[in-house]
């Protein structure tokens, strides 16, 4: 299930990297490894039927039901936190965290949360009017395929 879950996050993120940049895949492909390397090695072996996808999410993100969208608005922030935490930091031989140049993605520092939901959700739209079967790839990978486009580190 982590092959498949490779996959869809490489089939994602060159979509996302057309649909949305309209740039040559070329030029992502640093950022298509870093994905597929976390879908493989972050992702525990689990069902499909038991993971998010990014249409079940994308369906939480636009319900009116408050229940529905906090759920969306915690789950995309905590890839992109998660992410950004592990990404920006390790333990050094004390065991304390120190910080590093991130280098999977770049968000502006004091960018609003809203924000980050709303271009989750904005970019979700886009893609599935194009691509409607990309509402069955696993939500997390999609949302970072997502944020490394939108959000790339300098070089």
């Given at each position: 299930?982590?092959?498949?879950?490779?996959?869809?996050?490489?089939?994602?993120?060159?979509?996302?990297?057309?649909?949305?940049?309209?740039?040559?895949?070329k030029?992502?492909?640093?950022?298509?490894?870093i994905?597929v390397?976390?879908s493989?090695?972050?992702?525990?072996?689990?069902?499909?039927a038991?993971a998010?996808?990014?249409?079940?999410?994308?369906?939480?993100c636009?319900?009116?039901?408050?229940?529905?969208?906090?759920?969306?608005?915690?789950?995309?922030?905590?890839?992109?936190?998660?992410?950004g935490?592990?990404?920006?930091?390790?333990?050094?031989?004390?065991?304390?965290?120190?910080?590093?140049?991130?280098?999977?993605?770049?968000?502006?520092?004091?960018?609003?949360?809203?924000?980050?939901?709303?271009?989750?959700?904005?970019?979700?739209?886009?893609?599935?009017?194009?691509?409607?079967?990309?509402?069955?790839?696993p939500?997390a990978?999609?949302?970072?395929?997502?944020?490394?486009?939108?959000?790339?580190?300098?070089?």
């Amino acid at each position: 299930m982590v092959i498949v879950a490779s996959v869809a996050a490489l089939v994602c993120h060159a979509r996302l990297s057309v649909q949305l940049c309209g740039e040559s895949m070329k030029t992502h492909f640093k950022a298509t490894c870093i994905i597929v390397l976390l879908s493989c090695f972050a992702s525990p072996p689990v069902k499909t039927a038991d993971a998010l996808t990014a249409g079940e999410l994308y369906s939480f993100c636009i319900s009116a039901d408050q229940t529905e969208s906090n759920a969306c608005r915690f789950y995309v922030l905590g890839i992109v936190q998660g992410v950004g935490l592990g990404d920006g930091t390790y333990l050094d031989a004390t065991r304390k965290l120190v910080e590093r140049k991130k280098t999977i993605f770049c968000l502006p520092e004091n960018t609003p949360q809203a924000q980050i939901v709303a271009i989750a959700s904005d970019s979700l739209k886009q893609l599935f009017a194009v691509h409607p079967d990309d509402k069955k790839l696993p939500a997390a990978t999609t949302i970072l395929g997502v944020m490394i486009l939108k959000f790339p580190c300098p070089k």
